[in-house]
């Protein structure tokens, strides 16, 4: 299994990563953190996140918090 930090464009996603992602969005935290976290861009985390199901109001939810 790849580690997290052995990303290169392009690359696919692992378990490891998936649930990071879904632990980090549970957590609220915002987008370019878990992005850079993942060593991915915010789009890949958005795109990714749609892919496993995480409903697209986890991200409207974050980018508002943080507008307030």
Do not use: H
Request: overall charge positive.
């Amino acid at each position: 299994m790849r580690s997290l930090q052995n990303n290169k464009p392009g690359a696919g996603w692992n378990q490891a990563q998936d649930d990071l992602l879904r632990q980090l969005v549970e957590d609220a935290v915002p987008p370019e953190v878990i992005a850079d976290q993942l060593k991915r861009t915010v789009p890949e985390i958005r795109r990714r996140g749609d892919a496993i199901g995480l409903p697209l109001k986890w991200y409207q939810r974050i980018s508002s918090a943080r507008a307030s």
